[in-house]
């Protein structure tokens, strides 16, 4: 397993962020390269972080000067490429790489409009080798002006379906509710609807074809410590939880072995102490590893 660690830089006032090679049953690290420093902070959480296979790349969102930026490692050589830019955007939200078929760098975009202080959000297909991109498609036109994503969203690539969970604001009582967002990249059509039963907020989530849905976790929105582990039905859009974690800690971004059914969580504690916790899905059981340092993002190559 792969993973970004983000410690602050010597000037203090800078990010220094590292790929590292995570030992997941003694939790330790061993540095491959340093990725450099940023004024900002990495993008946290699961989505900003992506793999080419075929040409070895690695691909993790940085953000770096307000401007949306990925930055590309070679892991042959463990060497940095040049890193892809989208001058017109603050912010990435998700990188994920099509493995199975078209070769595209599919990136989530967004900006504010400071003159209508609405979020903008779109999302792009990169072809890395010829330096192009082009929207695939516009948030807002789609699913109106009032749905915001916050979180990273997770492609079933065998429909070629993107899976994203956001908000919506209500104009009158300024309340927000989940809703999850499907949008067909061959149909060029979407869907939203608003996420039932779900208990605590839902954070992070990535879909699984076996299981037909989204698997994520929830935290506890006053305390912020994470709640458990859920099930989203991509076509009822209803959230079951399938185990609860009990614990004080927060969590910083997971990933999901589809192949194994498990789901690593990254965590740390009121103390700042970073640990994992290992959820096996089919089992219900779960360990807990102390890590060398927080993960911001990580990643099975």
């Not at 660690?5 to 995570?22: D, I, W």
Request: with cysteine; proline share 2%.
């Amino acid at each position: 397993m792969y993973g970004v660690t983000q410690t602050t830089a010597e000037s203090g006032h800078m990010f220094q962020l590292s790929l590292v090679q995570v030992n997941v049953s003694s939790g330790s690290f061993q540095t491959e390269v340093i990725l450099g420093n940023f004024f900002d902070e990495i993008v946290v959480g699961y989505g900003a972080i992506t793999y080419d296979k075929q040409n070895q790349i690695l691909y993790t969102a940085t953000d770096s000067f307000n401007t949306a930026t990925i930055t590309a490692i070679s892991t042959k050589t463990m060497t940095l490429l040049p890193p892809v830019s989208f001058t017109d955007y603050e912010n990435v939200n998700d990188v994920q790489f099509d493995n199975s078929g078209s070769g595209d760098l599919y990136v989530f975009l967004s900006s504010l409009n400071t003159s209508t202080l609405q979020s903008q959000d779109i999302l792009t297909s990169v072809n890395v080798q010829q330096g192009s991109h082009k929207i695939i498609n516009d948030y807002a036109k789609m699913f109106s002006s009032s749905y915001f994503p916050y979180m990273s969203g997770s492609f079933d690539w065998t429909s070629m379906t993107y899976y994203q969970i956001g908000l919506k604001v209500n104009a009158s009582s300024r309340d927000l509710t989940r809703y999850l967002t499907s949008y067909s990249i061959t149909k060029n059509s979407g869907t939203i609807k608003q996420v039932l039963s779900c208990p605590g907020y839902l954070l992070f989530a990535q879909y699984d074809p076996t299981l037909k849905g989204l698997i994520g976790i929830t935290i506890d929105q006053r305390t912020q410590y994470l709640n458990g582990v859920v099930l989203v039905n991509t076509d009822t859009a209803t959230c079951t939880t399938k185990h609860s974690l009990n614990g004080k800690v927060t969590p910083d971004t997971i990933l999901w072995d589809a192949s194994s059914h498990v789901l690593y969580i990254a965590t740390q504690n009121d103390n700042g102490d970073a640990g994992m916790i290992i959820y096996n899905w089919d089992k219900a059981s779960s360990t807990h590893v102390a890590l060398t340092s927080p993960l911001a993002n990580m990643i099975l190559i």
